[in-house]
């Protein structure tokens, strides 16, 4: 079994910052690409970043230059550092990895985490 564990959400006035942390658990072998995505109320889920195995970077149009992600390959976790941030921001936002399992050498599954919601308000 793996699991995808997010945490660091909250509560931030506008122009704050936040770090987000998404940590894999379970019978690892390896993961490939994470990323981060969003949703907000009445909104489609949408991709904010990812980042490859290799370090290759994404991010949407609406987050770049304000948000960085960043992955430790040792800890099996992926990182989202959120700065300036803005109201329109207020989403729940999960993490997922592409990751294969010990007892699946052959396969590559995506993982989700359950999500962790994030408020931007005064």
């Known amino acids: 079994q793996v699991q995808l564990v997010e945490s660091g959400g909250g509560l931030v006035q506008p122009g704050g910052s936040l770090r987000l942390s998404c940590a894999a658990s379970?019978?690892?072998?390896?993961?490939?690409?994470m990323a981060w995505y969003r949703q907000a109320p009445g909104k489609q889920r949408e991709l904010v970043a990812s980042i490859t195995s290799g370090g290759r970077k994404s991010y949407a149009d609406s987050v770049k230059g304000r948000f960085t992600i960043s992955r430790d390959n040792a800890k099996n976790t992926v990182y989202l550092q959120m700065n300036s941030l803005r109201p329109e921001d207020t989403a729940v936002y999960s993490c997922?990895?592409?990751?294969?399992?010990?007892?699946?050498?052959?396969?590559?599954?995506?993982?989700w985490g359950q999500g962790t919601q994030v408020t931007v308000s005064s």
């Open positions: 379970g019978s690892i072998f390896s993961i490939g690409a």
């Open positions: 997922n990895a592409e990751v294969r399992q010990t007892i699946a050498l052959f396969t590559t599954n995506i993982y």
